[in-house]
């Protein structure tokens, strides 16, 4: 059965710091990984995906990059600005299209 | 194009009532997902339907929860009789082969 893992479970930077977030699965024979941003109340929002084949994917400040081998995923947010607090959810698909989440990292950037 | 949306968005109920959750997919989507977050755990997958077929109902935790998916359209989620631990936010995805696209969830709270 699929686990995913994100660690920090909670991260607090000061505004401008480049930042990590990590994500680990235990089943590497995924289809997909997708990173998700959540607002509180509000529901999810689709950040990047990385299909299987792919290594890494760019969205503005955004670089999610994806080891299948080692069950590793990182999204890099650079610059980080108080718009980007929020929680940060991995996600990996396998052969049933169902996710498996972790789950989150609770951002906070501070002006 | 509009995308993924629930009603409620939020509801609360005694325990043994019952409440009925509903899923529009986005137009022309044959795949819909429905998953759960209860307080505290990470996002769980309850059920896959293809068109109006279950796909995959392995996540539904009991026969109490109910899902239907009326000529492909939108789905509806019951859940009769309601339990204390089924409180949490049930989020409804509907997507093609490998992305799917979040609604924004609906909180149920049964006290």
């Known amino acids: 059965k699929q686990e995913v893992t994100q660690i920090p479970a909670a991260l607090s930077v000061p505004e401008g710091e480049n930042l990590v977030l990590n994500c680990s699965f235990t089943d590497s024979a995924i289809y997909n990984l997708q990173w998700f941003r959540q607002d509180p109340g509000k529901g999810l929002t689709s950040l990047l995906l990385?299909?299987?084949?792919?290594r890494e994917q760019t969205s503005g400040r955004l670089n999610a990059s994806l080891d299948k081998s080692s069950g590793r995923s990182t999204l890099y947010i650079a610059a980080s600005q108080p718009g980007d607090s929020a929680t940060y959810l991995c996600a990996v698909t396998g052969t049933g299209n169902q996710f498996y989440f972790g789950t989150g990292t609770s951002l906070t950037v501070i002006p | 194009e509009a995308g993924v949306t629930q009603f409620p968005s939020h509801s609360v109920i005694e325990k043994g009532q019952t409440v009925t959750l509903r899923c529009d997919p986005i137009?022309?989507?044959?795949?819909l997902y429905w998953y759960r977050r209860v307080m505290g755990k990470e996002i769980k997958f309850l059920l896959h339907f293809v068109k109006e077929s279950k796909q995959d109902e392995s996540g539904m935790p009991n026969n109490r929860f109910l899902a239907e998916r009326t000529g492909g359209t939108y789905s509806t989620l019951k859940v009769q009789p309601a339990e204390l631990e089924d409180s949490g936010v049930y989020f409804c995805a509907s997507g093609g082969s490998y992305e799917q696209y979040f609604g924004p969830g609906t909180r149920l709270t049964v006290t």
């Open positions: 137009s022309g989507h044959d795949n």
């Open positions: 990385i299909q299987s084949s792919q």
